[in-house]
Nanobody, 123 residues
Framework: QVQLVESGGGLVQAGGSLRLSCAASGGSFSNYAVGWFRQAPGKEREFVATISSWSGGRTYYADSVKGRFSISRDNAKKTASLQMNSLKPEDTAVYYC???????????????WGQGTQVTVSS
């Protein structure tokens, strides 16, 4: 089973950008779809974006981030990324990357999870 570690979170002003990275080890990264989820204080974990297992594969986004966020992956480097532009205060959350068999929006479909990285957007 693949292990995942996120990085790249931080504090940014509204309208700014951040790029999150997800580094994989163990397992066969290229066999996994990768999803990004987020969880704000007091709220349930929610879907952000997902990409199918092959580099340049199918992508899906939550309506709330469509047009602002972009997910990508590099199977040769065993990494996935989430480019976040035009950030809003409501994007503040802990962001998690996850690996699973199919690129879907439900948390229970993913079998491997990173520890999360905090993103804070100030107004």
């Amino acid at each position: 089973q693949v292990q995942l570690v996120e990085s790249g979170g931080g504090l940014v002003q509204a309208g700014g950008s951040l790029r999150l990275s997800c580094a994989a080890s163990g397992g066969s990264f290229s066999n996994y779809a990768v999803g990004w989820f987020r969880q704000a204080p007091g709220k349930e974990r929610e879907f952000v974006a997902t990409i199918s297992s092959w580099s340049g594969g199918r992508t899906y986004y939550a309506d709330s981030v469509k047009g602002r966020f972009s997910i990508s992956r590099d199977n040769a480097k065993k990494t996935a990324s989430l480019q976040m532009n035009s950030l809003k205060p409501e994007d503040t959350a802990v962001y998690y990357c996850a690996g699973g068999p199919t690129p879907v929006a439900t948390t229970r479909a993913y079998v491997s999870w990173g520890q999360g990285t905090q993103v804070t957007v100030s107004s």
